[in-house]
């Protein structure tokens, strides 16, 4: 793990299947929830099956640090450990440098120009640039 510019830790090789996707939404959503909770969620009605494939789901998201389990009670506690904004900003950035070989600016760039951006969002991003431009 390393940290970005934005304060954002930024998960080396993290890959998330849809899957896996679909229970950390479920956990941003609840802040916390058991496996039984989760398996009501995404697989109803609960069955053997659905509880297992929710608990594999779980541990391979524990193994990528994505998950914290407290197992102080009876039933398993679970938590992401990373806020959803925080999630959703390491992400794109390891995609764009992974795409952009090691720039972010051909997404940017791309966005800007194939989007619609409205007045407001046009002035939001000059902002963003302008307070980059004043930090360097």
């Known amino acids: 793990q390393c940290v970005s510019k934005w304060g954002w830790t930024v998960v080396a090789a993290m890959h998330v299947t849809d899957a896996e996707l679909a229970l950390l939404n479920e956990l941003w959503d609840a802040k916390e929830a058991t496996k039984r909770e989760l398996t009501d969620k995404l697989y109803p009605p609960i069955s053997d099956s659905s509880l297992a494939t929710v608990q594999k789901l779980l541990e391979r998201l524990e193994k ?25 900003g390491s992400y794109l950035e390891q995609q ?25 969002e046009l002035a939001q991003l000059r902002t963003v640039l302008d307070g980059v431009e004043r930090d360097e």
């Open 64 to 88: 990528k640090g994505l998950v914290s389990r407290d197992r102080s009670g009876f039933a398993h506690v679970l938590r992401a450990t990373m806020a959803k904004q925080q999630f959703i």
């Open 96 to 120: 764009a440098r992974k795409l952009g070989d090691g720039s972010l600016a051909p997404l940017l760039i791309h966005l800007v120009e194939t989007r619609d951006l409205s007045p407001k």
